[in-house]
């Protein structure tokens, strides 16, 4: 479809779902439930088309002209250029026209509505042009049978005239009117989930749009000063960039025996072990040593607060700090309940194909599994992100947080068979003391280490151990250490 044939929406993300925007001179339909932003929308594409030099027209039977400016006003909108007709207009008209009739007014009421409306398209000549809503002239029709009738002329009317028409309509509870979506060029539906905590959230399906390969599915939205925003859903098979294969390392030699020299490119890698073990540490080596070697990395961060995180590298000698400041290191603070996952997936996609990033750090899963409405949408989402950034050769680092401290641990999600590589952490008992064991249980591509090594964060470092043969239980989540306390890393 040529550019001159396609009516862009102006709402970000939308025109990328609907493959650059409408399909010119047709008409559309736009359902959902009152509030979830038909309006905002609305205005948006007419905006959009006064800014391509394009006439539009806003009818408006519903709301006044002093609400829509209210909205507009809301998000920093001059309406100069929109043309917008409202019902009291309309009615004033109609009341004069009543006067010179034998009829009651409800007869003719509906016929002399849409002539009325008829004669302001004739009159302005739109390219674009908006109906708020249909469910005023559902109201005032007596039978379905002559609303179904009147919609028809309606179509017919609009369809010898160049312009691209979206019907707003409010009667979405049941599905909305069937005939008209069958005979609507395109279906667009915005939904608004209520959650027990939290602000909701709004999804974009696209039901029906003839002749366009678009994406299918929900995708999250949220409208902002500005307008409506709109995040697609990630397919991962459309995206994909060049880069080299190799290993990348944690500069620690210890480390990285254990998973076979290093962590390859465009792989994943998970670490799993109850909290307080070292997981967001060792995630944090991981983006150091990356960052040092001159790599953009973007750790996002769903429990921890940035300050905590810096403080806390400060105290293992790792320096963050200057390298969040050179920019190497972008940290993202991801508030799960205002953050829709939509979202959170598109700021990974807009870093990793602007900025170039290397490496990403998810901590922790547990965060991220609060954002969603259901542990098996993570799962499918999570995969289609890992295979997203397997595609642009990002490593990929996650931790996740077993419930309990020893013993049998129980994982909120399992997402094992996702990770290329599964990296486990304990505790053990030794002599009296908490000590901290390494192991690495799976990784799919090379060799990797079957030994367990002892773990320590201090002020110089962290520090891995020679392998300990002479542990027992460590997949029971209670290991025991049955060899010399010479083979333990000393204190300092």
């Given amino acids: 479809m040529s550019p001159s044939e396609v009516s862009p929406t102006g709402i970000e993300g939308l025109d990328e779902i609907l493959r650059g925007g409408l399909p010119a001179r047709r008409l559309y339909l736009l359902k959902g439930s009152p509030g979830v932003g038909k309006t905002t929308v609305a205005l948006q594409y007419l905006l959009e088309g006064i800014r391509l030099g394009e006439k539009a027209l806003y009818i408006t039977l519903s709301e006044t002209q002093d609400e829509i400016s209210a909205v507009a006003r809301s998000h920093g909108w001059d309406l100069e250029g929109l043309d917008i007709f409202e019902l009291s207009a309309l009615e004033h008209q109609l009341a004069q026209e009543s006067q010179n009739t034998v009829f009651h007014p409800s007869e003719i009421e509906l016929n002399k509505t849409t002539d009325i409306l008829l004669a302001r398209i004739d009159a302005v000549k739109p390219k674009r042009l908006v109906i708020d809503s249909l469910s005023e002239l559902r109201l005032l029709s007596d039978t379905a049978l002559r609303y179904r009738r009147q919609m028809l002329s309606l179509k017919q009317f609009l369809s010898v005239r160049d312009v691209t028409v979206v019907l707003l309509d409010?009667?979405?509870?049941?599905?909305?009117?069937?005939?008209?979506?069958?005979?609507?060029?395109?279906?667009?539906?915005?939904?608004?989930?209520?959650?027990?905590?939290?602000?909701?959230?709004?999804?974009?399906?696209?039901?029906?749009?003839?002749?366009?390969?678009?994406?299918?599915?929900?995708?999250?939205?949220?409208?902002?000063?500005?307008?409506?925003?709109?995040?697609?859903?990630?397919?991962?098979?459309?995206?994909?960039?060049?880069?080299?294969?190799?290993?990348?390392?944690?500069?620690?030699?210890?480390?990285?025996?254990?998973?076979?020299?290093?962590?390859?490119?465009?792989?994943?890698?998970?670490?799993?072990?109850?909290?307080?073990?070292?997981?967001?540490?060792?995630?944090?080596?991981?983006?150091?040593?990356?960052?040092?070697?001159?790599?953009?990395?973007?750790?996002?961060?769903?429990?921890?607060?940035?300050?905590?995180?810096?403080?806390?590298?400060?105290?293992?000698?790792?320096?963050?700090?200057?390298?969040?400041?050179?920019?190497?290191?972008?940290?993202?603070?991801?508030?799960?309940?205002?953050?829709?996952?939509?979202?959170?997936?598109?700021?990974?996609?807009?870093?990793?194909?602007?900025?170039?990033?290397?490496?990403?750090?998810?901590?922790?899963?547990?965060?991220?599994?609060?954002?969603?409405?259901?542990?098996?949408?993570?799962?499918?989402q999570l995969h289609e992100l890992l295979a997203f950034l397997g595609h642009y050769g990002v490593v990929t680092i996650m931790t996740v947080a077993q419930h309990g401290i020893v013993g049998q641990m129980n994982t909120p999600i399992d997402l094992t068979y996702l990770a290329d590589t599964v990296m486990l952490l304990r505790y053990f008992e030794q002599d009296g003391r908490i000590r901290k064991a390494i192991s690495v249980v799976k990784k799919r591509m090379g060799l990797h280490e079957d030994t367990i090594r002892e773990l320590k964060m201090s002020p110089a470092g962290i520090r891995v151990g020679i392998p300990l043969a002479n542990f027992h239980g460590v997949l029971t989540g209670t290991p025991v250490f049955q060899g010399k306390a010479a083979d333990m890393l000393p204190e300092t």
Avoid: W
Avoid at 310 to 333: D, T, W
Avoid at 338 to 353: D, K, N, S, T, Y
């Fill in 170 to 380: 409010d009667h979405a509870q049941d599905g909305g009117d069937l005939h008209v979506q069958s005979i609507a060029h395109g279906v667009l539906t915005i939904e608004q989930i209520e959650s027990d905590y939290g602000a909701e959230r709004r999804r974009v399906k696209i039901n029906k749009l003839r002749g366009v390969n678009f994406v299918g599915g929900f995708h999250d939205s949220v409208i902002v000063e500005g307008g409506m925003r709109v995040f697609p859903r990630l397919v991962a098979s459309e995206h994909s960039g060049p880069y080299e294969p190799g290993i990348v390392s944690t500069d620690i030699a210890e480390l990285d025996a254990l998973v076979g020299g290093g962590l390859d490119r465009a792989t994943s890698c998970l670490l799993l072990g109850p909290a307080g073990t070292g997981k967001s540490t060792i995630a944090l080596q991981f983006a150091v040593a990356t960052a040092q070697r001159g790599e953009q990395v973007l750790m996002c961060l769903f429990e921890e607060n940035v300050k905590t995180l810096l403080a806390r590298g400060e105290s293992v000698n790792m320096p963050i700090r200057e390298l969040v400041e050179s920019g190497k290191i972008e940290l993202m603070q991801v508030d799960p309940v205002e953050l829709a996952p939509g979202e959170f997936v598109h700021r990974v996609r807009e870093r990793v194909q602007k900025t170039q990033v290397r490496m990403l750090v998810i901590d922790s899963l547990n965060g991220y599994l609060q954002a969603m409405p259901d542990v098996k949408f993570l799962n499918i």
